[in-house]
């Protein structure tokens, strides 16, 4: 089986793979914030866990959210340098947009024809 990544430039593959590692590592945090949170809710008195628990459990995921999302911006910055620079290097080539297409009306249809000189 062909690996999907192989016709893309060196640098993209590499920015690709880092935000796999990235989304990796987020959900392994994830994984330990709500073990952790288990944790302290079945070990702590439940007055207590039920009082703060919630709230410090928001806290940290706001946090982890936080963090996540500069990570991701930073990602995304490595990306778009990454795609410059191989557009400039000439190892991807550009495409314009697919034409879509247009529904023609009466009023497009006339102005068409009257372009055309008909």
Do not use: K, N
């Not at 987020?26 to 288990?38: D, I, K, N, P, V």
């Amino acid at each position: 089986m062909q690996d999907p990544l192989s016709p893309l430039p060196a640098p993209l593959v590499e920015s690709l793979s880092s935000l796999s590692a990235l989304q990796r590592q987020s959900l392994t945090r994830y994984g330990q914030l709500a073990q952790e949170s288990f944790q302290a809710l079945t070990e702590a008195d439940a007055s207590v866990a039920l009082a703060s628990g919630p709230w410090q459990l928001a806290q940290r995921l706001q946090h982890q959210w936080v963090e996540d999302a500069q990570a991701l911006g930073e990602w995304g910055s490595q990306w778009q340098r990454a795609w410059l620079d191989s557009l400039a290097d000439g190892a991807v080539a550009s495409r314009p947009p697919a034409p879509r297409p247009v529904d023609e009306g009466p009023a497009r249809a006339i102005s068409r024809a009257a372009r055309a000189g008909r």
